[in-house]
């Protein structure tokens, strides 16, 4: 492996003080400039007063997860690669961290040279992407309108391919079917994930476009008969302010007794006028409301009382391994008690072993979504990889 000329800087961020020292160790003798963080705040800190060739990052810290931390880097500079870490694997963390758009997901311990060729490859990337810009900018292109455009026609052969895979939510009790979860898929090579369709569609302004094509495809499944139950489905938070959610003439709408929007609690709605009046439109159309991610957002508390959930999801962050730690049984069941207490429903996300499956039902957990139960797969299908990326 070679380097160029000039070290490249590398943002290292990891909770674990002594891997910490490690892995800068490792990087600086390797010919890098690190700067090192022990936590997700210290590390945003460190972005806004400097550049970075690449960032690597593990995924469970205290405060800021990993995950959000690529987010919030994702909005700030998206040609900056991450490299995701973690001790503790799972299929989806692994789907979350490509969908959030890290180039590389590494699985603690990592050997020296897997870690040295990932980060080598990751600053390319990043390099490569710098070089497009800085040549379009010595022509005199102006980049902005020739990709907009592009892209503006890649997502249109990508809603042309738009197709939806379900994943099951089952009673914690007996295992059986309770609901299924609408996640949007594409078969556009362009855009091989989730995260990256949405993206797009948040460059183009084009998310109420995608939203109502969403919200037709999960229609016409439940008007086919091939859905049985109700079907949870994600909103983006621009979507509330698309009046077409809100018409009672839309084919979702007919259906509304069925459905289940969840809210992300990931998501900021401050920019959203009228939460409240929106959120008690669609309970008039028959929508009930769901919050997702509880645990990992910026709202807490407050998103709680704004939207008045019928249901909660609980984050896997706090389900993973959750038999195996005794302060995270506690937070769940407190959480499962008060949710009761207040008549929500509670769905545990990210269950993927049976000692995770028996620790929330024997919290009094009512519902559980994860890769134990079955992965996303499309309607009358087996296709459950791509499905599930």
């Known amino acids: 492996m070679s380097l160029p000329a000039h070290p490249k800087r590398i943002l290292l961020v990891e909770d674990d003080e002594p891997l910490l020292g490690l892995l800068q160790e490792n990087l600086v003798r390797a010919g890098y400039e690190v700067t090192a963080c022990s936590d997700g705040c210290s590390a945003l800190s460190a972005l806004a007063g400097s550049t970075y060739d690449a960032v690597l990052s593990d995924i469970r810290m205290p405060g800021l997860q990993g995950l959000e931390l690529l987010s919030a880097i994702q909005e700030q ?3 900056l690669p991450v490299v995701l870490l973690t001790g503790r ?3 989806e963390s ?6 959030y758009g890290a180039v590389s997901y590494l699985i603690k311990p990592v050997s020296n040279v897997k870690l040295l060729e990932t980060v080598d490859r990751a600053v390319k990337l990043g390099t490569l992407a710098r070089l497009k810009r800085e040549a379009l900018s010595a022509i005199g292109f102006d980049r902005n309108p020739g990709e907009h455009g592009a892209l503006d026609t890649t997502m249109t052969r990508a809603l042309d391919a738009l197709w939806m895979a379900y994943q099951p939510i089952v009673s914690c009790a007996d295992g059986a079917i309770y609901a299924h979860e609408a996640l949007v898929r594409s078969d556009a090579p362009e855009f091989p994930n989730a995260g990256a369709l949405i993206g797009a569609a948040e460059r183009l302004g084009r998310i109420p476009e995608l939203g109502e094509a969403i919200r037709g495809q999960v229609s016409a499944a439940l008007e086919s008969g091939a859905l049985q139950g109700p079907v949870f489905l994600n909103l983006h938070p621009s979507d509330l302010g698309d009046d077409s959610l809100f018409d009672p003439r839309a084919p979702l709408s007919r259906h509304a007794h069925r459905v289940v929007l969840e809210i992300t609690e990931r998501a900021r709605l401050d920019g ?3 939460v409240p009046d929106r959120i008690t439109a669609l309970r008039d159309l028959g929508f009930r409301i769901a919050i997702d991610d509880l645990g990992a957002g910026y709202a807490g508390l407050s998103s709680l009382a704004t ?3 019928e249901i909660v999801k609980i984050d896997m962050a706090l389900v993973r ?6 302060l995270k049984r506690k937070l769940f069941a407190s959480i499962v008690s008060v949710c009761r207490d207040l008549r929500i429903l509670v769905v545990a996300e990210g269950v993927e072993r049976e000692g995770e499956r028996e620790a929330v039902r024997s919290a009094g957990c009512e519902l559980a979504q994860g890769f134990l139960f079955g992965g996303p797969v499309a309607l009358g299908t087996s296709r459950t990889r791509s499905a599930a990326l």
């Open 94 to 99: 692994a789907v979350k961290a490509i969908e």
């Open 89 to 91: 694997p799972s299929m």
């Open 307 to 309: 939207l008045a959930p």
């Open 77 to 79: 500079e998206l040609d």
């Open 272 to 274: 959203i006028p009228d």
């Open 321 to 326: 391994d959750m038999d195996l730690h005794q």
